[in-house]
């Protein structure tokens, strides 16, 4: 089955600053990467999502990139802002199936 | 718009009783999943609903573990005999037979088992 790996597991940059998560995964059928950002106590809320017949999306200051060769895909924030702070999940599944998560990196933007 | 609803937000049992968390899927879709989050550690998958079945599930979900969708609009999860393991955020999440693949969750509900 898929097994999806997350580094860092915590990132802690100053507020305007770029931050990078990244995650690999095993297995080459999967050919879709939501990432969720999750605040305390609350649910996973989609941020921006990859398909693997694209290289790389963006979304006003969020970027998704995916290297399905080296199977693995990445989450840039740029100009990174206190309300940025959450822990923020990879994801990796084929359509209608589960999604299986990576371990989430905590990330926190200091002013 | 439309948001996946969960009830009750916090259920508190007794180890050994029975709790059923109860979900309400986006109207038009038909894919339906069952996670859990053990505080501070990663969202895990249960189960996912298809056409009134079963169509997928993970080791976790053994057989104190059930989901049925009574009626055109629940999805429920049962838990026959609660241990203490059990407590955590269970997420219920749908998404769209379109083929976006996008699954939306709900807010959760809090299982804590005493």
């Known amino acids: 089955g898929e097994n999806v790996e997350q580094h860092p597991s915590t990132l802690s940059v100053q507020e305007g600053d770029s931050a990078v998560i990244k995650c690999t995964y095993s297995d080459s059928a999967s050919n879709y990467f939501p990432w969720y950002k999750q605040e305390l106590g609350k649910r996973p809320q989609l941020i921006i999502d990859i398909r693997s017949n694209v290289g790389e999306k963006k979304d006003q200051r969020i970027a998704v990139t995916l290297n399905k060769t080296a199977k693995h895909f990445s989450l840039h924030i740029t100009e990174t802002q206190p309300e940025d702070s959450a822990v923020y999940f990879c994801a990796a599944n084929q359509a209608g199936t589960a999604l299986i998560f990576g371990k989430g990196t905590t990330l926190s933007v200091s002013s | 718009e439309p948001e996946v609803t969960q009830t009750p937000s916090h259920q508190v049992t007794q180890m050994g009783q029975e709790v059923i968390l109860r979900c309400v899927p986006i109207s038009n879709h038909l894919y339906f999943y069952w996670y859990r989050q053990i505080l501070g550690q990663k969202v895990e998958f249960l189960v996912s609903f298809y056409n009134n079945e079963i169509s997928e599930k993970s080791e976790i979900f053994d057989d104190q573990f059930s989901v049925e969708r009574p009626d055109g609009s629940n999805f429920t999860l049962k838990i026959r005999s609660t241990k203490l393991e059990d407590s955590a955020m269970y997420f219920c999440?749908?998404?769209?037979?379109?083929?976006?693949?996008?699954?939306?969750f709900g807010a959760g509900t809090r299982l804590s088992v005493l």
């Open positions: 999440a749908s998404s769209d037979p379109a083929g976006k693949n996008i699954q939306y």
